[in-house]
């Protein structure tokens, strides 16, 4: 069987990244792939191969571009970020001071902060939903304002694997006047000219590559209470990203689209303090929000230790890396973005062949080894 060809570039002080990026497509452990990374905004990374189908017949190209799941966490965040350093958002105000009818039942004294670090107390739906109604976004939302939270907000995290995208990016509607996708494109990714779309137009379909769905579902792995509720309202099968349904929803906590080198270049306004190749973004305290400490402890549905700044994971026993002004996250199946603001540096994995892991996986670790050893040559 012929070895899989690993395309683009890497610099030379960077070359153990190409060798564990081959090595994964050798291995089979990747079908298809991409692995990017910026120093000072800059690229110094920029892989791909593979294919993009589980059958092998369409490579995946420069250009191919695949559904992220939390990792799109990661732009809705910045998104908020970005609200806030405009004067929009309070990170320590109350959801209600911009989204009025979420104080019913309890929530009167949740915050934006909560919202951003999954302590909200919200991470599921509790009326039974179907797919289709997370589509609709009123819907979506109005039931989240309407219910009870699940545990006393602020006290501990419990992954909001995808109400977190409705929640903060219902706020940033009700600021900005316009939907969290939207702003994320008009003045993030279209300034960028970084191809990541949360809401994908139809016109982009044909370079959407398949996710290969894990062998066990989010509902079947569920361990504790709070994750059964969560995971199983609604059931996600990892197919529905093949849908142009799933696509052109907003879907900000799990269907942002996009490849390695979309993800490390938007992230990389926040690891260059707001301002990337000559345009400035938001100021450098804005861009630093993200690593303030919000809660720690053991997450309530993910059941690890984690420690959650604005939006983001903080370094710690989930992601031990070298440098302590680090935020990362990654999504359902082994997508994983890290910011590095000590090295100025972003890097970001896009795999189209899922593990059952909600928060990136091993597969990247010789990647990652790679580029912090590359930092000292």
Request: charged share 20%; net charge negative.
């Amino acid at each position: 069987m012929s070895v899989p060809e690993v395309h683009g570039f890497v610099h030379d002080k960077f070359a153990a990244v190409r060798d564990a990026f081959a090595a994964n497509l050798a291995s089979g452990a990747d079908i298809g792939a991409s692995f990017a990374a910026t120093i000072d905004g800059e690229p110094v990374a920029d892989l791909w191969g593979g294919h993009r189908d589980e059958h092998k017949t369409k490579p995946w190209e420069k250009d191919t571009i695949v559904n992220v799941y939390s990792t799109t966490k990661t732009m809705c965040a910045l998104t908020a970020l970005l609200c806030a350093d405009q004067g929009l958002i309070d990170f320590k105000a109350p959801v209600a001071t911009y989204w009025p009818e979420f104080a019913q039942n309890g929530k009167d004294k949740v915050t934006v902060g909560h919202l951003m670090s999954h302590s909200a107390g919200v991470p599921g739906w509790e009326k039974k939903v179907t797919v289709e109604d997370i589509y609709d976004w009123n819907k979506a939302v109005g039931l989240l304002a309407e219910q009870e939270p699940w545990w006393e907000p602020g006290t501990v995290s419990g992954y909001h694997a995808l109400t977190q995208g409705y929640l903060v990016g219902e706020v940033v509607r009700r600021v900005k006047g316009k939907s969290l996708g939207t702003v994320f494109r008009d003045e993030i990714a279209r300034p960028l000219d970084a191809d990541f779309h949360i809401g994908l137009p139809a016109s982009e379909d044909a370079r959407v590559g398949d996710l290969i769905p894990p062998t066990a579902s989010l509902a079947t792995a569920a361990s504790s209470d709070v994750a059964k509720r969560t995971f199983n309202n609604p059931v996600m099968t990892a197919l529905e990203p093949r849908t142009r349904a799933w696509r052109a929803a907003e879907i900000p906590a799990a269907g942002g689209i996009g490849n390695a080198r979309s993800v490390a270049l938007v992230q990389s306004i926040l690891a260059n303090d707001g301002t990337v190749r000559g345009q400035r973004f938001m100021s450098k305290e804005g861009a630093r929000k993200a690593l303030e400490p919000q809660v720690e402890g053991t997450d309530l549905i993910l059941g690890a230790p984690i420690k959650f700044g604005l939006g983001y994971g903080l370094p710690g026993d989930m992601l031990p890396v070298p440098h302590p002004n680090t935020i990362f996250w990654g999504g359902w199946g082994g997508s994983l973005i890290v910011v590095d603001y000590d090295a100025k540096m972003t890097m970001a994995y896009v795999p189209n062949r899922m593990v059952g892991t909600t928060t990136g996986d091993s597969r990247v670790a010789g990647m990652m080894f790679g580029m912090f050893a590359g930092l000292g040559g």
